[in-house]
């Protein structure tokens, strides 16, 4: 093995290494669900915020985002998935 090539794969070993270092350190330094911030708007926004997605969002979203009449599925092209809540608004 050449010396150029030696170079080049050591220097492929260390990016790699140095990104699984990194990679361990942002596991560990992110914050678990108990250490998030607490939510930052009110409960009666909230509340607009549930009307606003019954109204506009939930038809092809479902109430509980599992899906809808409009959602997408692999049969409909996915620019259908966009255009069909503009058509069924027209209708």
């Known amino acids: 093995m050449t010396a150029s090539l030696r170079f080049a794969l050591a220097a492929k070993i260390t990016v790699l290494a140095l990104i699984t270092a990194l990679m361990g350190a942002y596991a560990i ?5 108990d250490e998030l911030l607490p939510a930052a708007f009110t409960s009666a926004q909230a509340t ?3 009307a606003t997605f019954d109204a506009q969002c939930a038809a092809c979203h479902g109430l509980k985002m599992d899906g809808g009449p409009g959602y997408w599925s692999p049969a409909r092209p996915i620019g ?8 069924m608004e027209l209708a």
């Open 48 to 50: 607009r915020g549930q």
């Open 80 to 87: 259908m998935t966009f255009v069909l809540p503009r058509l």
């Open 29 to 33: 330094a992110s914050p678990t669900t």
